[in-house]
């Protein structure tokens, strides 16, 4: 009897350790080096520079986070459909890339923050004069890179229809609406804001606040105490003024309405 329960003993502990083991073990806070997910192809937010290094919002929040934990930071390059399976395959510890909360993905990871809250908007040609809002495009040509979902939240406006051109990249959709192949270009505000500054001249946000985006912080299910600990960053960020430096040092003359920058309402850890 003695022996089956020793067995049993060791056939549980395997079991458990394998479990905490899934996608990584322990809390990102017993780490002295956090591996962040980052977008390389977003001007403003996450950007890969020719030498190598990133830039962007997203890349400040991240060292910033990195700082106040006391960890050092490396980054690795995350596209929008390799973002959730870099948490779960433990390739990244945290994802700080236009990471939108919603009830689906929190089955499969966990979210710190929201870090910022953010809307679906509408960029268009500076020289569209006749467009003083959304509804003002009825019927025309938008592009939209993350399939139908902008384009079907676009639709649900009151009286508004729109055509969708589908494109891989953000890249993509600048060289048609350059092109004058689409009138319109619509995701997340803060990621025309940056399409903007990057071109410099020539583009405008229509300020639609079409849907609220909410952005966190992706880690993995089951760290509460690393969750919080986030949190806790995340507040302090808003608090000593940090989050408005860096908008408006990434978004300040894009159009993008600056108005009211404060700390967002957190999910929870769970």
Known sequence: MGVARALMAVVLAAGTAAACGEG?????????????????D??????????????GFDIDVARYVGERLGKKIRFVQVLASERIPALTSGRADLVLATLSVTPERKTRIAF???YYMSYQDVLVRSDERGVKGVRDLKGRRFCAVEGADPIQRLRA???MTARNVPARSYDECMAMIKA??????TTNDVILAGLIRREGRGFRLVNARISEQNTGIGLRRGDIDGCEALNRVITGMYQDGTAERLTRKWFGGTGLDLSIIEVPQFEGCV
């Open 42 to 55: 977003l001007p403003g937010l996450g950007l890969r520079r020719p030498g190598g290094g990133f830039e």
């Open 24 to 40: 990584g073990s322990g809390s990102l806070l017993g780490k002295s080096t956090l591996v962040v997910g980052v977008r390389p």
């Open 157 to 159: 406006l009151s009286g």
């Open 112 to 114: 710190a923050g929201p």
């Open 180 to 185: 004058g192949t689409v009138d319109a270009i």
